[in-house]
């Protein structure tokens, strides 16, 4: 256990299993940690590995450089990853947030009701679920892919996302200079608003919408929108 003030430094090669790290406790791994409970503290993965991870009460984990496996991120708990960091396998809880940016990956990754998940600058965030309640956000240059779309996902100017289903009840939101590529299957709403006029969209793919009645909230809607639409095969 690391207390308020207490550091632990894991080098190459070396282990740790079992930990919690305390509000003001720092542990800083470039070998591998597993089965830990961030509470308060801080874990910083540096060309290291961990999995088995927990992150509470305003509990911070950044990796970079490193590798992380199942990760749950509970409120208050924040997951970063940056510099060719990794991360698979991520619950994000209701008031948790993850943030991957600068280079950084993440891989499944589900954002539970009031869970938060953002992929920034030059990020990359892949087989997404955000499910009713939860949100996720793809900033300038930032890209995600294979997207299953229950909650809202919100795509800004110079963000891309790439194969979509928006479920019943489920929100696109493209804003102007977004992209969206691959194959879009819409039976939610997808929103598209370029009211800040910032140059249009470039939509890439199929966009198919549902037409069979069943799911009356279904739409595809512009505003203040110039859309070019390139379908594949065209």
Known sequence: TVNNGGSVWIDSGGGANN????????????????????????????????????????????????????????????????????????????????????FGKAKNVIVSSNGQAYVLTLAEMQAITVQTGGGLWVGMAGFAENINIQGAVHVATGGEGKNATIAPGGHLYLYGGAILDGVINVRGTMMIDDSDQNGGFQLRGDIAQDTRGAHPGTAVSAMNATINLIVDGA
């Open 19 to 102: 930990a919690t790290v305390n509000s003001g406790g720092t542990m800083t791994v470039y070998g591998f940690a597993s089965d830990t409970d961030i509470v308060g503290g801080t874990q910083t993965i540096i060309s290291g590995s961990a999995e088995s991870v927990n992150i509470l009460s305003s509990g911070r984990q950044y990796v970079s450089f490193g590798q992380v496996r199942y990760t749950t991120i509970y409120s208050g708990g924040r997951q970063i990853i940056s510099s060719d960091g990794f991360a698979d396998d991520i619950l994000i809880k209701a008031a948790g947030r993850l943030l991957v940016t600068d």
